[in-house]
Structure formats: structure tokens, C-alpha cells
């Protein structure tokens, strides 16, 4: 993460200097390669982390908005990244940790993972059962257990609604998280 933020403004004033001559499509698309996909690259394993070390990829993120559309420093970017069809880089975490968790609780994810957050079931009938839910182990006053994938990964799980979190295929599982984290 820390060298991620440093190759991602290196990229970006390059680009600023060809702007004026791209389109806004081929800004986007210039944008997109270089540093929208090293954001991208390995972000669930940055789930659990502080604000803080999200913050410096939050700024390269809303400059890249502002390149795509040639907008000031000053400009707003939720009416960028909407327009763009971008996550915030937290919702994007999110993102990728929450289909990571459909694959554990619909059957495809590979038994490691499977075996890192496994699907609740209650012992007698409950209303609950149907829910899709994952087995949240207690804390026990540990602080740093609250950053591990596998704690991240259910709570995330959990906090879906229901009908989310029920969806039939992963075409729409992919769909329905925008909408709910945006």
C-alpha cells in the first residue's frame, strides 16, 4: 500500500499534461489503466484497515475523477465518481471482500476460505436460518483480531440486507452491493 500511492501520482500529472487533447471516453480509459487498476490490485487484502492508510488512495482516486472530466482541485467528486460508475476506494474494498463472502456462502469459493468463515446454522428451527448468514466469532478483548480478513469478511457479510445477500447468481450479487454501498 505504501508504494501503491507514490506510482499512482507519478501517472497522473503525465496525464494532465495530454488532457487537453484526449476526449473525456479516452481520458477515462487512460486513467482507468494505469491508476484505477493499481487501486484496484490486491484491495481486499487491505479490508480491516484504519481510515488513515485508506486516505492517501481516497486522494488519488478523487484526482483521477478530476482529470477524467478536466475539473479544478476544488471540484466535488460524488457527482464524478456517480457519473463514472466508481466506488470510493473503501466501498470498493467492501466490494471485493463482500464477493469474496458470496463465494464462501454460495459453495464456489475454494475450501480455505470456506474454512476461514463458515455459514450459520442455528441448532432448531429459527426464522434466521435462511438468511444466508456467517458464524461471527466472539473478540475476546483482542483488537487486532478485529483487522483479520476472516473477521472483516463477516461483518461486512452480515451488515447486507437480507435479499443481498440471498441473491440467486453472482450476475446479480455483483449488481445489487453497488447500489447498496454507493
Not at 497522473?12 to 484496484?40: C, G, K, M, W, Y
Not at 487484502?45 to 486516505?55: E, M, V, W
Request: hydrophobic residues 40%; charged residues 20%; contains cysteine.
Amino acid at each position: 500500500m505504501t508504494k501503491t500511492a507514490p506510482s499512482c501520482r507519478f501517472a497522473l500529472p503525465n496525464i494532465r499534461e495530454i488532457r487537453p487533447f484526449l476526449t473525456e471516453h479516452a481520458a477515462q480509459l487512460l486513467v482507468q489503466a494505469p491508476v484505477i487498476s493499481r487501486l484496484d490490485y490486491c484491495d481486499a487484502l487491505s479490508a480491516g484497515l484504519p481510515s488513515r492508510t485508506i486516505k492517501p488512495l481516497q486522494t488519488i482516486q478523487n484526482a483521477a475523477a478530476r482529470l477524467v472530466f478536466d475539473k479544478p482541485n476544488r471540484a466535488h467528486v460524488t457527482p464524478l465518481f456517480i457519473a463514472l460508475r466508481w466506488l470510493p476506494v473503501a466501498a470498493r474494498i467492501e466490494f471485493k471482500t463482500l464477493m469474496l463472502a458470496y463465494g464462501t456462502a454460495a459453495g464456489p469459493a475454494p475450501a480455505y476460505l470456506r474454512s476461514l468463515a463458515r455459514i450459520y446454522t442455528p441448532s432448531r428451527s429459527l426464522r434466521s436460518a435462511s438468511e444466508r448468514r456467517l458464524v461471527v466469532p466472539s473478540q475476546r478483548g483482542m483488537k487486532s483480531l478485529s483487522r483479520t480478513f476472516s473477521f472483516t469478511i463477516r461483518g461486512c457479510w452480515n451488515d447486507l440486507p437480507t435479499p443481498i445477500r440471498n441473491a440467486d447468481s453472482l450476475t446479480t450479487f455483483k449488481r445489487l452491493p453497488k447500489t447498496h454501498l454507493f
